[in-house]
């Protein structure tokens, strides 16, 4: 069973960038494919990114499609999320998830997904 960490997130003025990080123990990172997802207050979790296993293919949700690159290093068993030009409706807390496979059709449903980080919180102010 994999534990997953995110790590990365604060306070973020509007127009600025972040990395946020997961990292993985217990197994190798490369056993899963990772998103991320995020939850505003009030509302529900919603997918921003994924990476397949080998780090060939990734996806986007539309709103940081051409702002954001998710990153894989399997050697040092993390998966990064970078976000450029943060806007202040991009506040939320980030969250990273692990399945060992996922159907294209079915990545962007947090219920695909067996592992779960903690969170990083993420404000950008105005």
């Known amino acids: 069973q994999v534990q997953l960490v995110e790590s990365g997130g604060g306070l973020v003025q509007a127009g600025g960038s972040l990395r946020l990080s997961c990292a993985a123990s217990?197994?190798?990172?490369?056993?899963?494919?990772i998103s991320w997802f995020r939850q505003g207050p009030g509302e529900e979790r919603a997918f921003v990114a994924t990476?397949?296993?080998?780090?060939?293919?990734?996806f986007y949700a539309d709103f940081v499609r051409g702002r954001s690159t998710i990153s894989r290093d399997n050697a040092k068993n993390t998966v990064d999320l970078h976000v450029n030009n943060l806007k202040p409706e991009d506040t939320a807390a980030y969250y990273c998830?692990?399945?060992?496979?996922?159907?294209?059709?079915?990545?962007?449903?947090?219920?695909?997904?067996?592992?779960w980080g903690q969170g990083t919180q993420v404000t950008v102010s105005s």
């Open positions: 998830a692990g399945t060992a496979y996922v159907s294209p059709s079915r990545l962007y449903m947090p219920a695909a997904y067996e592992y």
């Open positions: 217990g197994r190798p990172l490369s056993d899963y494919a």
């Open positions: 990476i397949t296993r080998s780090g060939n293919s990734m």
